[in-house]
């Protein structure tokens, strides 16, 4: 069966950094477009960043552009979310999702998702 298996969350001070990676395993990772998204307390899960299938074309929301990068490893069926100068309202469960075709920014389009890891930022 398919299986996401993010990793890489933690605790983290204001304008630190955090590397998130999520593993893929039984589907054609090489053929499926990849997003993050995340999740805080009491609020809607919200697109973070995608990235294609093809060409590595990526996408990000606006509250992350130029902070935070997405890539994948088709070699290692794996797919990046390198966060830097985070800021406390980046707190959230980050979920790593997949889905066929080209990428989306909602989550409703989605077909797998991983079970999310914690990412604290303290201020």
């Known amino acids: 069966q398919v299986q996401l298996v993010e990793s890489g969350g933690g605790l983290v001070q204001a304008g630190g950094s955090l590397r998130l990676s999520c593993v893929a395993s039984?589907?054609?990772?090489?053929?499926?477009?990849m997003g993050w998204f995340r999740q805080a307390p009491g609020k809607e899960r919200e697109f973070v960043a995608a990235?294609?299938?093809?060409?590595?074309?990526?996408y990000y929301a606006d509250s992350v552009k130029g902070r935070f990068t997405i890539s994948r490893d088709n070699a290692k069926n794996t797919v990046y979310l390198q966060m830097n100068s985070l800021k406390a309202e980046d707190t959230a469960v980050y979920y790593c999702?997949?889905?066929?075709?080209?990428?989306?920014?909602?989550?409703?389009?989605?077909?797998?998702w991983g079970q999310g890891t914690q990412v604290t930022v303290s201020s």
């Open positions: 990235i294609s299938w093809s060409f590595g074309r990526t």
């Open positions: 039984g589907l054609p990772f090489s053929s499926y477009a």
């Open positions: 999702a997949a889905k066929s075709g080209t990428p989306a920014r909602a989550y409703v389009e989605y077909d797998y």
